[in-house]
Every structure is written in C-alpha cells, then in structure tokens.
C-alpha cells in the first residue's frame, strides 16, 4: 500500500536529502552526507550507531532539540532498544537489518509513550549509512510528532516507543526488501 499521502511533507524533504547523496551501490557514507543542508528539520534528526549480532544495540549519538523536547529528556548516549518491548524490539532489529542488507529507506507511524500514559504518534523516516572512517553502521531518522506535543508537567517524560501498523520501504534504486511489515 502507498501511504504517500499519509507521510508529512517533512519525512518528503528528508528522503530527498538522502536521495541527493545515495551512492548507485551500497548506502552513503558520513562524509557524503552534509546534516546542515536540513536546516530546520535538523531539530528532529535522531542518529545512533546500529551494532548487530547476538546482542544489538541502537547507542544515540545525536539528538536534535526539537527531539529533545518531545521526549522531555535528553537520550543521547542511551541505547534506542531499551524503550521499545520485546516484540517491537525484535520488528526494529530486523527492519534495521533489513535496510542494511537492501539499502534502501524506511517510512512508518511510530509512538512514544509517556510516564503518565499519554502516546504521542510520530512520523518516522529512517536511512542507513557508515561512517567513512569506521565503516560503523548508523541511522538516521527523522521524528515529525502528529499531533502537538504534551507539555512535560501533564506528560512526564517518554520512556516507551512503540511501533505502529502504517510503514513502507523507501526504494534508493537497489531493491526493497519483500516483507513491508517484518511482524
């Protein structure tokens, strides 16, 4: 299904930007990839560094403000799985590994949980890529909140995200992966 016209017109801008830069093989690399060039949507760009294996783990290595403030708190340095249940875990692992085996991008309505109960839905644009000198696999994504964020007195801060039904393969030219959900 093409939910084209369900995604912002933000996560539109983002995947350009990635477009502009991604490389006919493979996915881009750091240095090919100017983060300035968002200017605004700087604020809601989420990277971490994606280790798989036995033991994956998603460490965030940047937050943008706007990020910072949904969340009311400030994650860099955490670890992205530890807010997200076992079952949202295991899709988010293998759609990861899925966009790094098919390097391509990935759209999908996410959720953020917060400690007083409220959910938050959030627009969620992801691409892969490396580090030109480590060759270390990160992840960029873009966090457009759907609805107008909870002030933190009433909400408290996010501790959860949960994924949603509503995603799509973003295709960069070298395939998608055939299964859209990965459930």
Not at 120 to 140: H, K, N, Q, S, W
Request: charged share 20%.
């Amino acid at each position: 299904m093409n939910h084209s016209l369900l995604r912002s017109g933000e996560s539109h801008q983002f995947e350009n930007f990635w477009r502009s830069a991604w490389p006919r093989q493979g996915m881009p690399t750091s240095d090919q990839l100017d983060f300035d060039r968002l200017g605004s949507l700087r604020d809601f760009l989420i990277i971490g560094r994606y280790t798989p294996g036995m033991t994956p783990s998603m460490v965030i290595t940047h937050v943008g403000k706007g990020i910072t403030d949904i969340l009311n708190a400030d994650v860099t340095g955490s670890n992205y799985f530890d807010t997200l249940g076992e079952a949202d875990r295991s899709v988010v692992i293998r759609v990861y590994d899925a966009l790094i085996a098919n390097p391509c991008g990935r759209w999908r309505i996410m959720r953020y949980g917060y400690e007083k109960g409220i959910q938050l839905p959030v627009d969620t644009t992801t691409f892969p890529f490396r580090d030109a000198e480590t060759g270390a696999i990160y992840m960029g994504a873009l966090n457009i909140p759907l609805d107008d964020a909870v002030p933190a007195g009433l909400a408290g801060r996010a501790l959860t995200t949960e994924t949603g039904s509503m995603a799509e393969w973003l295709n960069m030219g070298q395939g998608m992966p055939h299964d859209l959900m990965l459930a």
